[in-house]
């Protein structure tokens, strides 16, 4: 069974910059295709990103392209995401997990505590 967890979320300045890490607990990293999930409050959880375990190949929603970057060190079991130009609609509780290229998810995923993320003044 993979265990995940989320850290780097934290309280940021709209124009300021996060790094986010994802770490798996996972024999082999290399078999995983992960990304980064978010949930803002009232809204449901959407996919953000996602990294391809097979070729590196990166997807990203509209909202975050050109501003986002996820990246994988599988030596390490670990999936990073740095967001930079944060703005308010960037608030939200950011997941890591199993991901397909159009930013969904393996239904019945069970998430994790995730990281909190606020971008405000």
């Known amino acids: 069974q993979v265990h995940i967890d989320e850290s780097g979320g934290g309280l940021v300045q709209p124009g300021g910059s996060l790094r986010l890490s994802c770490t798996v607990s996972a024999t082999n990293l290399d078999y995983y295709t992960l990304g980064w999930f978010r949930q803002a409050p009232g809204k449901e959880r959407e996919g953000v990103s996602c990294?391809?375990?097979?070729?590196?190949?990166?997807y990203y929603a509209d909202s975050v392209k050109g501003r986002f970057t996820i990246s994988r060190d599988n030596a390490k079991g670990t999936v990073y995401m740095q967001m930079n130009s944060l703005n308010p609609e960037d608030t939200a509780v950011y997941y890591c997990?199993?991901?397909?290229?159009?930013?969904?998810?393996?239904?019945?995923?069970?998430w994790g505590q995730g990281t909190q993320v606020t971008v405000s003044s």
């Open positions: 990294i391809s375990s097979s070729d590196g190949s990166t």
């Open positions: 997990g199993p991901c397909f290229r159009d930013l969904t998810t393996t239904p019945g995923h069970r």
